[in-house]
């Protein structure tokens, strides 16, 4: 791996935020690659678990509904990273993860944790709050549509998304309807609301928010 690629996951907060040492072990056990859109990271129930990190692009995560049917739940730009560990006693994978765009991801397999684990026994600590993080926004996700109005959810996962990349979004309206359970026609003339008070912009598959204050007292 270039050491400009190395820099890139480096910098990634979840990396970022481990000791040195630790981080230079991760970085040495990890594999860089580049997947095209649609192309699949991993599938819900496989048993080849580990983590992976978003270096550029985006990935789309699908959970199963009842029926089988896959639901669109979450968008994750690049700087997420995601996983659990069967070797630290999680189970098969818990969600579809596929490539929104073009995106370029860093994987640590299972093998790879365990290996950078047997020196550096606090990643079980690490890899903990990194489960922990996802099952905090899995809960605020499960609370805004118990307690929010479909449009007041639109507007929490606008907040939400842009906190993640700077305010460009990489999302079309369609996958937003899905995210927050409305229809196409309905986000799109939410947005359109939005844009016209020049809070948001619309753009072909980008949604940037310009006026992130605004939106949040909308939704106070």
Do not use: C
Not at 76 to 96: D, E, K, M, N, Y
Not at 138 to 148: M, T
Not at 159 to 171: N, P, Y
């Amino acid at each position: 791996m270039s050491d400009d690629n190395l820099a890139r996951v480096a910098a990634i907060p979840w990396f970022a935020r481990q000791p040195a040492d630790r981080r230079d072990a991760l970085l040495r056990a990890g594999r860089l690659s580049r997947r095209s859109a649609g192309e699949w990271m991993h599938g819900e129930g496989d048993e080849e678990t580990g983590v992976l990190a978003v270096v550029d692009g985006a990935l789309k995560v699908y959970g199963q509904a009842p029926g089988g049917r896959e639901a669109l739940i979450s968008l994750l730009p690049a700087g997420t990273v995601i996983g659990q560990s069967a070797a630290f006693g999680g189970g098969p994978r818990i969600v579809t993860a596929i490539a929104a765009t073009p995106a370029t991801v860093f994987t640590l397999s299972d093998r790879a944790l365990r290996q950078v684990a047997a020196d550096h026994p606090g990643l079980w600590e690490a890899l903990s709050a990194l489960v922990y993080g996802q099952l905090r926004l899995n809960a605020q996700a499960v609370a805004e549509f118990v307690a929010l109005k479909p449009r007041e959810r639109l507007i929490s996962r606008l907040l939400q998304l842009s906190a993640q990349t700077g305010g460009e979004i990489a999302v079309s309206q369609a996958d937003l309807a899905e995210m927050i359970g409305v229809t196409r026609k309905a986000v799109n003339g939410w947005l359109g609301a939005l844009e016209g008070q020049g809070r948001v912009a619309r753009g072909y598959g980008v949604i940037t928010v310009l006026d992130r204050a605004g939106l949040e007292r909308m939704l106070a």
